[in-house]
């Protein structure tokens, strides 16, 4: 299957908000930028134009919401084919959905943990290989935030490996997944994080969260990246390589500066980590641009 370069550097989530804040950016800027299909297949009209122009300009990757990978229903076939036509659309180089689920018979707008069993990691592997049959191309999938774990028979971080390795896919490393879990299940980030595939991640995400108690992190994006999250990233660097970065603001979206302010910190992150050798890497890295 075909593997799309990703640009290297740090890249950004576009909201429908962000059409007109990032209307003069440009590619050197920002290298690139990340929608959720779902909320743009079909779109037409002005704000459809002017998504055209930002697919003419800057390069896209795909991160899905609601094709429900680990749900005990039917794959959504019309949503995947909306998916592959949307990419062939607007060249859109990879696609990443969340290693969980979000609806059964109707959708129930969350992330649903699923439950870390043998049998979940065969039946959620394989409905990963049929995605990867159908668009042509290897998928990512994101560790995901979680806040209770059913019927659980192994450990988060050898259910994600598992599914990963019999899959055949790559990893999309959300480290603020890995914090924001490290908190509410209590183990080390930096441990989880060494256990990781690197070699198979494709892109990081780093995003903000919510503090709701001491032992109690949610998954918002909707504040700035937390110093400790900014140093899970550096960690990830330095066992991985350079990664293309992207991060994520859902909602609070503040003025431009200071969504670029948080991109340079990406860049300064990365410029700090540039030349050091990437731990147990099988493939060649991104070097930072």
Not at 138 to 148: D, P, V
Request: proline share 6%; net charge negative; with cysteine.
């Amino acid at each position: 299957m075909k593997l799309p370069t990703l640009p290297a550097g740090a890249g950004l989530g576009l909201r429908r908000s962000m059409l007109k804040t990032l209307e003069d950016v440009t590619a050197n800027e920002i290298p690139f930028l990340e929608v959720a299909p779902e909320n743009w297949i079909g779109l037409g009209g002005r704000m459809g134009k002017q998504f055209r122009r930002y697919t003419e300009r800057f390069p896209f990757v795909a991160h899905g919401l609601s094709l429900s990978i680990g749900s005990p229903a039917p794959l959504d076939q019309q949503l995947l084919a909306d998916i592959k036509q949307f990419m062939a659309d607007h060249n859109i180089l990879m696609y990443s959905e969340h290693l969980s689920y979000c609806s059964d018979e109707a959708h129930v707008y969350d992330l649903v943990p699923i439950p870390f069993t043998e049998q979940a990691v065969h039946y959620t592997a394989q409905r990963i290989s049929q995605v990867q049959d159908f668009l042509g191309q290897r998928i990512a999938m994101e560790n995901a935030s979680y806040y209770c774990a059913p019927q659980r028979e192994m450990s988060e971080i050898d259910f994600i490996n598992a599914v990963i390795e019999e899959a055949d896919c790559d990893l999309l490393l959300d480290v603020n997944n890995v914090y924001v879990n490290s908190i509410n299940h209590g183990y080390d980030a930096e441990s989880f994080l060494r256990q990781l595939p690197g070699h198979r991640t494709r892109y990081i995400h780093v995003a903000g969260h919510f503090d709701e108690a001491d032992d109690l992190k949610v998954d918002t994006h909707g504040a700035p990246v937390i110093d400790p999250v900014w140093q899970l990233l550096a960690k990830a660097y330095a066992l991985f390589g350079l990664k293309p970065t992207l991060l994520e603001r859902d909602f609070n979206i503040p003025p431009l500066p200071e969504l670029m302010a948080e991109l340079e910190t990406i860049k300064t992150i990365q410029n700090t980590a540039q030349g050091r050798q990437p731990i147990g890497s099988k493939h060649s890295v991104l070097a930072a641009q």
